[in-house]
T-cell receptor, first 109, second 114 residues
Framework: GQNIDQPTEMTATEGAIVQINCTYQ??????LFWYQQHAGEAPTFLSY??LDGLEEKGRFSSFLSRSKGYSYLLLKELQMKDSASYLC??????????WGAGTKLIIKP | IAGITQAPTSQILAAGRRMTLRCTQD?????MYWYRQDLGLGLRLIHY???????GKGEVPDGYSVSRANTDDFPLTLASAVPSQTSVYFC?????????????FGEGSRLTVL
């Protein structure tokens, strides 16, 4: 079956760095997405990786290893506003998105 | 600048009633989607439309129907609501027809079925 695994909850300190991991198993693969969702709000797009490697976008970076079925989202210089859920989603060969349950990130001062 | 608008934002509904959740986008996107989000689960696709005039079933389509008469509107109808349909519903759109593009989400409709 198709599956996405990511930690349920993580805690980090303001100003620090945190890495949120995601492993996936899909029938075929057409890319890996990360979305941010603040409590009570809609998800918003962070990144899309389809090739192996690291893509950096400001304080956020996303990494993909297709051979390992693995991705991570790296958040640097954490701010209180980064407290949110981070959703990992993999696209299968039919271009259907398989979503993880999300990682709730708690930032402490 | 609206993007995607959903209505209602919140609704309490008696079981057995019919309900339509409205979704309108002003970005002229080809593809539109309806998801439900439940605690502890990932977003689950209910129905989708790759272009006006076409619709398809997602992962959890039973008890729901959609239509796509034009590019902008994509309503979701619950013919006879049941308590298991209590959820937060998100409408989303994408400029790409195959789904590889960024998804833009509406603010969600919180539905409670009693």
């Amino acid at each position: 079956g198709q599956n996405i695994d990511q930690p349920t909850e993580m805690t980090a300190t303001e100003g620090a760095i945190v890495q949120i991991n995601c492993t996936y198993q899909t029938s075929g693969f057409n890319g890996l997405f990360w979305y941010q969702q603040h409590a009570g709000e809609a998800p918003t797009f962070l990144s899309y990786n389809v090739l192996d490697g690291l893509e950096e976008k400001g304080r956020f970076s996303s990494f993909l290893s297709r051979s390992k079925g693995y991705s991570y989202l790296l958040l640097k210089e954490l701010q209180m506003k980064d407290s949110a859920s981070y959703l990992c989603a993999a696209m299968d060969s039919n271009y259907q998105l398989i979503w993880g349950a999300g990682t709730k990130l708690i930032i402490k001062p | 600048i609206a993007g995607i608008t959903q209505a209602p934002t919140s609704q309490i509904l008696a079981a057995g009633r019919r309900m339509t959740l409205r979704c309108t986008q002003d970005m002229r996107h080809n593809a539109m989607y309806w998801y439900r989000q439940d605690l502890g689960l990932g977003l689950r696709l209910i129905h989708y439309s790759n272009t006006a005039g076409t619709t398809g079933k997602g992962e959890v389509p039973d008890g729901y129907s959609v239509s796509r008469a034009n590019t902008d509107d994509f309503p979701l109808t619950l013919a006879s609501a049941v308590p298991s349909q209590t959820s937060v519903y998100f409408c989303a759109s994408s400029a790409s027809r195959d789904g590889t593009g960024e998804l833009f989400f509406g603010e969600g409709s919180r539905l409670t079925v009693l």
